[in-house]
């Protein structure tokens, strides 16, 4: 079992910055932040596994930026550039076995309970 606790969302305005951090009980595999807009499904931004591969959706790249610390607990997501768009709960995810990541919510087993993003125009 894995527990996750997001932390770091806010308000903010357009073009602003916010960084997200992800504690995690124990070591995972995978770890991966996900996010949620009003009314929409649920969307995977990127992940990192133990192996150093990493993935990252294009609609974010050179806005996002996914890092891990060398223990495999903490993973952060450092948003840069924000815009309305972004708004959402931010949830980040973890599996501990092995294999590729992607941005898929089914191939993650546990989850945070979310920590809320919002940007204003």
């Known amino acids: 079992q894995v527990h996750l606790t997001e932390s770091g969302g806010g308000s903010v305005q357009a073009g602003g910055s916010l960084r997200l951090s992800c504690t995690a009980s124990?070591?995972?595999?995978?770890m991966g932040w996900f996010r949620q807009a009003p009314g929409k499904e649920r969307e995977g931004i990127g992940a990192?596994?133990?192996?150093?591969?990493?993935s990252l959706i294009d609609s974010v790249k050179g806005r996002f930026y996914i890092s891990q610390d060398s223990r495999k607990t903490t993973l952060w997501l450092q948003m840069n550039n924000l815009k309305p768009e972004d708004t959402g709960m931010y949830y980040c995810?973890?599996?501990?076995?092995?294999?590729?990541?992607?941005?898929?919510?089914?191939?993650?087993?546990?989850w945070g309970q979310g920590t809320q993003v919002t940007v204003s125009s």
């Open positions: 995810a973890a599996r501990t076995l092995t294999g590729f990541c992607g941005t898929l919510d089914r191939a993650f087993r546990y």
């Open positions: 124990a070591s995972a595999y995978c």
């Open positions: 990192i596994d133990s192996d150093g591969g990493r």
